[in-house]
């Protein structure tokens, strides 16, 4: 199920004479006290917004203010414009209190063309007027700008049979007005954007599927499909390749479905073998997690079809790897799953072999993830790997720890703090989370090398226990960063900024910017 796609290009006309059916401009929120005499609900105008302002001969924010405009981020008040410029409606978007000295965080201008797009649903042609720095911030702040109107713009397709008449359409057109159109590096920018928030909708996509329609041979038949599209190298493991393989982590979660379990690897080389790093990204694709025998509870359990959101978020980067042609070698490593109840089940108690050798005891079958992912890292070591980042929405206590927006991130210290910076670069927030050793004692296991879990399943450092646990399957000369998205990688609240509701691309963006990272400076 495909959504359908926004188109993007530059304008450097004037956004006064812009032929389209909407344009947005960006208001500050007044910080302090209005001065003597001024409206009380003052706004402040951001730079881009100044011809449209001249139009409305110095009337624009007075009557923004009387319509409801405070600036807040978020914010859209739409009005119509009725001759003054050429399109028939002028959008305000708030972006907050005006930076001293500075333009707008680029996550602020992220956030704010995603609001407007998505408030100006049923226009089909929009143009954004923002604050854009003429700096060496300008293609940060533009890359923003681009991702955001095209993340604001997704929506997916979903399965209704009957045409919904008072459903209005995605923007189809998007142009972002800047200074000059034919700037090269504005253009590469736009390009750029057109390949991530295209991977960031193709994982959309894939985690708001139906889990019923989203099983592990169709979902690897779903990637290999795309991957192949795209120019990767492309491995599948079915069955009876990944138990002939002795992958037992895989097989084991794998066992108590009819749809029988998947390992897709993708593979990207560079040209000239690029700089001579390897990147290896590993992402949990458990297309439905009931909890197997340790079941879940009812209430809530469908949102558990987004438990592939890591594999997702890994195939949808490879896709966007083809396009984009790092200079860094780069293999995805996506296992596949869905954990039922059935007679054919792994159960508590169990000792699984996995792909490393290593034995592990199965306390709960719910905490599945880990042992499919053991499985893919092993391999992925085992192929050959200098950085190593495995994404997965691995445990609740991630959401209990970090919340619903923020990653917990755990592996090689100098590696967890490449991922805090790409997070912070990309708007995707991610926060260094410690691996202690009483954590892993608390695994030791009477019968076998490790236990899945915490012996006495108290569930303290429940975290934690994931990215201990996770460690154990990687090789010692691997730099790795274990990046649990159990929050932001689906949101099931109300549509805010480029954020629609359901699946959210996290972490798509931030691999990328890893990538880009490693491909400059190793
Ligand atoms: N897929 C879940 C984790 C999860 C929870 C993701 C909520 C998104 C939202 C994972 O497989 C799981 O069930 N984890 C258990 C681990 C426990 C059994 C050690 C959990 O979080 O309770
Ligand atoms: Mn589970
Ligand atoms: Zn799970």
């Not at 409606?89 to 001293?100: I, N, R, S």
């Amino acid at each position: 199920m495909t959504s359908p796609r926004t188109t993007l290009s530059l304008v450097d006309t004037d956004p006064a004479e812009l032929a389209v059916d909407a344009i947005v401009i960006g208001v500050h929120s007044q910080t302090g006290e209005p001065e003597a005499g001024a409206p009380a609900a003052a706004l402040l105008l951001a730079s881009g917004a100044e011809s449209i302002a001249a139009a409305f001969d110095g009337k624009l924010t007075e009557t923004l203010a009387l319509l409801g405009a405070t600036g807040g981020p978020g914010e859209v008040i739409k009005l119509a414009t009725l001759g003054t410029v050429t399109a028939p409606v002028v959008a305000a978007v708030g972006l907050g209190p005006e930076p001293t000295g500075a333009a707008p965080a680029p996550e602020t201008l992220r956030r704010a063309a995603g609001a407007a797009v998505r408030a100006l649903a049923g226009a089909p042609r929009v143009a954004l007027a923002l604050p854009l720095p003429d700096d060496a911030d300008a293609p940060a702040a533009l890359r923003a700008v681009a991702e955001g109107a095209l993340l604001g713009g997704y929506r997916f397709a979903g399965y209704k049979t009957k045409p919904q008449p008072a459903r209005r359409e995605p923007v189809g057109e998007v142009l972002i007005a800047v200074p000059d159109a034919a700037d090269a590096t504005a253009g590469a920018e736009v390009t750029r954007a057109q390949a991530v928030a295209g991977a960031v909708r193709t994982s959309r996509d894939w985690v708001n599927t139906a889990p019923n329609e989203l099983r592990p041979p169709s979902f690897a038949d779903a990637v290999a499909t795309a991957a192949r599209e795209a120019g990767l190298g492309v491995e599948v493991l079915d069955e009876e390749a990944l138990r002939a393989g002795g992958y037992g982590g895989i097989i084991a979660v794998g066992q108590g479905s009819e749809a029988p379990p998947r390992l897709v690897k993708l593979t990207y080389t560079p040209e000239g073998g690029g700089n001579g790093k390897r990147v290896a990204l590993v992402g949990k694709g458990i297309t439905f997690d009931t909890g197997g025998i340790s079941i879940k509870p009812a209430q809530g359990m469908w949102e558990m079809k987004s438990d592939m959101a890591g594999a997702a978020a890994v195939g949808a980067a490879m896709l966007a790897v083809a396009a984009l042609k790092p200079a860094v070698a780069v293999t995805g490593y996506l296992p596949m799953a869905e954990n039922m109840p059935s007679g054919t089940s792994y159960r508590p108690g169990d000792v699984i072999t996995m792909y490393s050798g290593k034995r592990v005891e199965v306390l709960n079958t719910d905490a599945e993830g880990r042992m499919i992912l053991a499985d893919a890292i092993a391999r992925a070591c085992e192929d050959g790997a200098d950085y190593l980042f495995e994404t997965s929405t691995l445990t609740g206590g991630q959401v209990i720890a970090l919340g619903k927006k923020i990653a917990g991130v755990m592996g090689s210290p100098e590696l967890c703090e490449r991922v805090k910076v790409a997070g912070e670069a990309t708007g995707e927030p991610a926060w260094p989370m410690p691996l202690p050793d009483d954590v892993r004692k608390g695994m030791d296991s009477e019968v076998a090398d490790i236990s899945q879990v915490n012996a006495v399943m108290d569930r303290a450092g429940h975290m934690l226990q994931g990215g201990v646990f996770l460690r154990e399957f990687v090789s010692p000369d691997v730099s790795w960063a274990h990046i649990d998205i159990a929050g932001p990688g689906y949101h099931s609240g109300e549509p805010t900024g480029y954020w629609t509701k359901g699946g959210t691309g996290v972490p798509v963006r931030t691999l990328l910017h890893l990538v880009d990272d490693i491909a400059a400076n190793g």
